[in-house]
């Protein structure tokens, strides 16, 4: 069972990125699909919400710059980041509740912004 996050980078201050999340061993149509995000020093923090229907919900940090996804067809996430800030610069993951309840966590993808 895992989630891999990918297309991290070094962004400019104002650009835009897409992160995208394949999901593998676990039924992803089912279950609420989240970002989270960990900047160095700091604990991690959920970033986007998105329901099995298509509901979401951000984090006020994000909200307006950020929409994330999903394709059930193709077990895949998205997190698009428009208006990049340098705040923003941290490790992205990809998780679902139920692994995040047992402490499971895939390989994050690196964001850094500057300024």
């Known amino acids: 069972v895992q989630l891999q996050a990918s297309g991290g980078g070094l962004v400019q201050a104002g650009g835009s990125l897409r992160l995208a999340c394949a999901a593998s061993g676990i039924a992803f149509s089912v279950n609420v699909f989240n970002w989270y995000r960990q900047a160095p020093g700091k604990e991690r923090e959920l970033v986007a919400t998105?329901?099995?229907?298509?509901?979401?919900d951000y984090a006020d940090f994000v909200k307006g710059r950020f929409t994330i996804s999903r394709d059930n067809v193709k077990h895949a996430g998205y997190l698009q980041m428009n208006s990049l800030k340098p705040e923003d610069t941290a490790v992205y993951y990809c998780?679902?509740?139920?692994?995040?309840?047992?402490?499971?966590w895939g390989q994050g993808t690196q964001l850094t912004v500057s300024s």
């Open positions: 998105i329901t099995v229907s298509g509901s979401t």
């Open positions: 998780n679902v509740p139920a692994l995040v309840r047992l402490g499971s």
